[in-house]
């Protein structure tokens, strides 16, 4: 069976959610808040469960022509620039390095024209047992599914979930930067590679990224949150002046105008992710903190394993309200799973009590076995394989 949905929001894992549906041979509409279309932010990184999911959406060699092989889960380094792992020259790495643009570009392009509607800012929704129906500033559109896909502060959640807490502040902050480095403007290679400085308290990640660009991220504890600075490039070259190069060199290297300010936060797990024809995905469902790289990839992952779920319901007892049912039983696991996990790493990161234990811990893994665990099948959340998505020709 085929059918017509609405998705709520036009990031990353709104764009993705409606390529899935184009691939089974849904319909479908993305309403997007922004007048313009476009992904606020700066850098990221895909491990490799994201790009299988990428590549069953059929833009997966695009995304990689977009993204830059990164090295950061290999070259971890202290403060004063010592390594404690280093990755071998010409080693595969598992991770690849974006401007969100870029990603966003690449699933945007895929996407059939006239899908997406900007300036489109949802005020209503009614469901019933045979449609849902959408409300939008300058229109209305009923459909057999809504996808919620609207980011962490979620229209859709909170008038569909209205007992959902808000947003939880985890008590860190983050800048976040690009900086326009060229090339041969900075020395150190292997911090251009990609790179994690381990400091008490906080630390700083390098992504490689296109165009010759470094995106850049220093996090470190926050007492509260909205805590904001007149300069903010110059308050992060302040905390870290004495760090090792080319953090220095980096923050230098942008414009203070590209430097973004953010707080942390997560949610906290919800009993289920689908209400009758209604699904939540990505940030929308269970947003997490960055610690491990997961936010977008698992956004991916939703949006192919609920296409997934809508295309292999038997076609004689097919119902929208069944294929949610088996999606929120795939996702809801895993994706708040890994949402705990991201928030666990983010406090032994970040706690300064724990900064020396798990320097040591570091510094005494042996190599081998380091580079073991950051192979591409290294950990559960990047061995992840996606469901296969049929064309319209080839479903049953």
């Given at each position: 069976?085929?059918?017509?949905?609405?998705?709520?929001?036009?990031?990353?894992?709104?764009?993705?959610?409606?390529?899935?549906?184009?691939?089974?041979?849904?319909?479908?509409?993305?309403?997007?808040?922004?007048?313009?279309?476009?992904?606020?932010?700066?850098?990221?990184?895909?491990?490799?469960?994201?790009?299988?999911?990428?590549?069953?959406?059929?833009?997966?060699?695009?995304?990689?022509?977009?993204?830059?092989?990164?090295?950061?889960?290999g070259n971890l380094r202290l403060p004063d620039g010592r390594y404690l792992q280093r990755a071998r020259p010409g080693d595969p790495t598992p991770l690849t390095a974006f401007h969100r643009a870029d990603l966003h570009r690449v699933l945007l392009e895929?996407?059939?024209?006239?899908?997406?509607?900007?300036?489109?800012?949802?005020?209503?929704?009614?469901?019933?047992?045979?449609?849902?129906?959408?409300?939008?500033?300058?229109?209305?559109?009923?459909?057999?599914?809504?996808?919620?896909?609207?980011?962490?502060?979620?229209?859709?959640?909170?008038?569909?979930?209205?007992?959902?807490?808000?947003?939880?502040?985890?008590?860190?902050?983050?800048?976040?930067?690009?900086?326009?480095?060229?090339?041969?403007?900075?020395?150190?290679?292997?911090?251009?590679?990609?790179?994690?400085?381990?400091?008490?308290?906080?630390?700083?990640?390098i992504h490689p990224i296109s165009r010759g660009r470094a995106y850049w991220a220093y996090v470190t504890t926050a007492d509260q949150a909205g805590v904001r600075y007149p300069k903010e490039k110059s308050e992060t070259a302040r905390r870290l002046a004495?760090?090792?190069?080319?953090?220095?060199?980096?923050?230098?290297?942008?414009?203070?105008?590209?430097?973004?300010?953010?707080?942390?936060?997560?949610?906290?797990?919800?009993?289920?992710?689908?209400?009758?024809?209604?699904?939540?995905?990505?940030?929308?469902?269970?947003?997490?903190?960055?610690?491990?790289?997961?936010?977008?990839?698992?956004?991916?992952?939703?949006?192919?394993?609920?296409?997934?779920?809508?295309?292999?319901?038997?076609?004689?007892?097919?119902?929208?309200?069944?294929?949610?049912?088996?999606?929120?039983?795939?996702?809801?696991?895993?994706?708040?799973?890994?949402?705990?996990?991201?928030?666990?790493?983010?406090?032994?990161?970040?706690?300064?009590?724990?900064?020396?234990?798990?320097?040591?811990?570091?510094?005494?893994?042996?190599?081998?076995?380091?580079?073991?665990?950051?192979?591409?099948?290294?950990?559960?959340?990047?061995?992840?394989?996606?469901?296969?998505?049929?064309?319209?020709?080839?479903?049953?």
């Amino acid at each position: 069976m085929t059918g017509r949905a609405i998705v709520v929001g036009g990031g990353i894992g709104g764009l993705a959610a409606a390529l899935a549906l184009h691939r089974i041979g849904w319909q479908a509409v993305v309403l997007e808040r922004a007048a313009e279309l476009r992904e606020i932010g700066a850098g990221m990184s895909q491990a490799p469960n994201a790009m299988r999911a990428l590549a069953e959406l059929g833009v997966g060699e695009q995304a990689r022509a977009a993204g830059v092989p990164t090295y950061s889960a290999g070259n971890l380094r202290l403060p004063d620039g010592r390594y404690l792992q280093r990755a071998r020259p010409g080693d595969p790495t598992p991770l690849t390095a974006f401007h969100r643009a870029d990603l966003h570009r690449v699933l945007l392009e895929a996407v059939p024209a006239g899908w997406v509607r900007t300036g489109a800012e949802v005020t209503g929704i009614q469901h019933d047992q045979d449609a849902v129906t959408v409300t939008w500033s300058g229109g209305q559109a009923s459909a057999d599914l809504l996808i919620g896909a609207d980011g962490i502060r979620s229209t859709v959640r909170r008038l569909l979930w209205p007992d959902a807490p808000p947003p939880r502040f985890l008590g860190r902050t983050a800048w976040l930067g690009i900086a326009e480095v060229g090339t041969g403007a900075f020395a150190d290679a292997d911090g251009l590679s990609g790179s994690v400085t381990m400091g008490p308290g906080g630390y700083f990640l390098i992504h490689p990224i296109s165009r010759g660009r470094a995106y850049w991220a220093y996090v470190t504890t926050a007492d509260q949150a909205g805590v904001r600075y007149p300069k903010e490039k110059s308050e992060t070259a302040r905390r870290l002046a004495s760090w090792h190069e080319p953090i220095p060199a980096l923050i230098a290297a942008t414009t203070a105008e590209a430097v973004i300010h953010i707080d942390i936060c997560d949610l906290d797990a919800l009993p289920t992710y689908v209400r009758g024809r209604v699904a939540l995905l990505g940030d929308a469902a269970h947003a997490m903190s960055p610690d491990r790289g997961q936010g977008a990839g698992q956004s991916i992952e939703d949006a192919v394993v609920l296409a997934a779920a809508l295309a292999d319901e038997p076609a004689g007892a097919f119902t929208v309200e069944a294929a949610l049912r088996r999606y929120d039983a795939e996702r809801r696991p895993r994706t708040q799973a890994t949402a705990r996990g991201a928030r666990a790493d983010g406090r032994r990161t970040t706690s300064a009590a724990a900064y020396r234990a798990l320097v040591t811990m570091i510094r005494l893994m042996p190599a081998p076995l380091w580079r073991k665990g950051i192979a591409a099948d290294g950990n559960p959340t990047w061995r992840w394989q996606p469901p296969h998505l049929p064309s319209p020709t080839t479903r049953h």
